[in-house]
């Protein structure tokens, strides 16, 4: 999210974040970042996300995994 304004950049997140069909069970943190953060993101493989949201001020990425028993 490109807003100055966390709150309610979080707001805008989890709005399309359920539009999206997803269902938020836990938050582990909200931050204000730079694109200086990943520096040392040398395969671009999430600076590309951050240039994107400079450019159209949102983006979500999801990334799925499938369910482990914790006794695994």
Do not use: C
């Amino acid at each position: 999210m490109n807003y100055s304004d966390i709150d309610k950049a979080k707001i805008i997140a989890e709005k399309m974040i359920d539009e999206s069909g997803w269902i938020i069970t836990s938050l582990d943190n909200v931050e204000f970042i730079t694109r200086e953060f990943y520096e040392n993101d040398t395969d671009d493989s999430h600076s590309k996300y951050f240039d994107q949201a400079e450019i159209d001020n949102e983006v979500i990425a999801i990334f799925s995994y499938p369910l482990v028993d914790e006794e695994e």
